[in-house]
């Protein structure tokens, strides 16, 4: 699976999906140490600095992953939700998206995603994402429980192009349904 990565950070979830069998083609990420980073583990792969500038003339990819800016959406912000100048971002990466069609999206946000706005921003999320004819599957995740030794909970949005189901059966695999 060829990957496009948004909002790359140091470039973990690039990690885990290389490690599951990915190839990150492309990543994007505008802090200039994360990009220091990116370079040192992912030398041969294109850096591209402003998600603003990423658009149809990427190599084409089968999953766009990314988890775009929290600061609006956290708990501990001011929650500006998807109306904020970061956590706004969130449409830069559908603007992708629809470029690009990928067959799967894979984003990444605080659980705050899911309340902030009276849970209008997560309906948006969703909504942008049926728009585009992506089927789409959530779930909170906790780091704690895949070896980390923090509590970390993140929400997962997985996309996938024209149907839902395929989606739901990323995020919901027999073994976590017994609570592993």
Not at 8 to 37: H, M, P
Not at 91 to 120: C, D, K, Q, T
């Amino acid at each position: 699976m060829r990957v496009g990565s948004l909002f790359s950070g140091i470039g973990g979830l690039d990690l885990g999906l290389e490690r599951a069998g990915a190839k990150v083609l492309w990543q994007c990420e505008i802090d200039k140490d994360a990009q220091t980073v990116l370079r040192w583990h992912w030398p041969y792969t294109a850096l591209y600095q402003d998600v603003k500038e990423v658009g149809t003339g990427v190599e084409p990819v089968d999953l766009i992953c990314g988890g775009f800016p929290c600061q609006d959406l956290s708990v501990a912000g001011r929650r500006a939700g998807l109306a904020g100048k970061r956590s706004g971002l969130f449409f830069e990466f559908m603007r992708i998206a629809a470029e690009l069609a990928p067959r799967w999206l894979l984003i990444e946000n605080v659980p705050g995603l899911l309340s902030s706005n009276g849970g209008r921003d997560m309906g948006a999320v969703l909504g942008t994402l049926g728009e585009l004819g992506y089927g789409w599957a959530y779930r909170v995740l906790d780091a704690q429980y895949f070896g980390v030794a923090q509590r970390r909970r993140r929400v997962f949005v997985v996309g996938h192009l024209g149907d839902w189901q395929r989606a739901a059966a990323v995020l919901f695999e027999p073994e976590s349904l017994r609570g592993d």
